[in-house]
């Protein structure tokens, strides 16, 4: 099982995105909070002992799991930060602020950050003066409960989303490559030409 906390004894968010890398379509960002005790009570061990990276996660294994998130976690939000956005302000910032738009939707305020990767700008919650300590993580996907409950959350939704996309642009085949660059969905630019849901600041056309 993954680590369950990172500082014993405080509210700690973990935080993770999807969709950083594709040529289309918004990217997803999460925040899960998920109290240590969880992991005491037996009928908890199964899903928890199954999170993990989604990536490394089955397509049947993230649709089992995100329900039990969302019935668990002490409070989880998802936000979207869309291709427009990602244009004028680049995809790194769009990935920190969408995580803290996560936060931000958070019932609780967490008294601790658990951030996926190596960037990260101070967070200040709303109506507070004091930033919330953060801790990024590389790969804390596959590390912190927490992390991977976020990065489960934000998988999901997004293609969810961008299965939605598909049925408006099917020629784009967003249903198996959800926008990344893949060398049917080159193709499909260079025929058909670009949407409004592709980043213009990308490179669209094949290297």
């Not at 609780?108 to 953060?134: F, S």
């Not at 198996?176 to 592709?198: C, D, F, L, S, V």
Request: hydrophobic content about 40%.
């Amino acid at each position: 099982m993954l680590k369950a906390y990172c500082i014993e004894g405080v509210v700690e968010a973990g935080c993770d995105e999807a969709g950083r890398g594709p040529l289309a379509g918004s990217v997803f960002a999460a925040a899960v909070v998920l109290e240590p005790k969880l992991i005491e009570q037996e009928q908890h061990r199964e899903w928890l002992e199954l999170l993990n990276d989604s990536k490394q996660l089955s397509e049947k294994e993230r649709r089992f799991l995100r329900p039990k998130i969302e019935q668990y976690a002490t409070a989880w939000a998802v936000v979207e930060v869309t291709a427009e956005e990602i244009d004028q302000i680049n995809i790194l910032k769009a990935s920190i602020i969408g995580m803290q738009r996560a936060l931000d939707n958070l019932t609780i305020t967490p008294q601790h950050i658990l951030v996926d990767g190596n960037k990260w700008k101070p967070y200040i919650p709303a109506g507070q003066v004091m930033e919330v300590p953060a801790r990024t993580v590389v790969k804390g996907d596959g590390k912190y409960l927490s992390i991977a409950a976020a990065s489960v959350l934000a998988k999901t939704y997004r293609d969810e989303y961008m299965l939605r996309l598909h049925e408006e642009y099917p020629q784009y085949h967003w249903d198996t490559n959800m926008g990344y660059p893949t060398k049917a969905h080159y193709e499909a630019i260079r025929q058909y030409g670009i949407t409004p849901y592709h980043r213009k600041t990308f490179k669209l056309n094949k290297p």
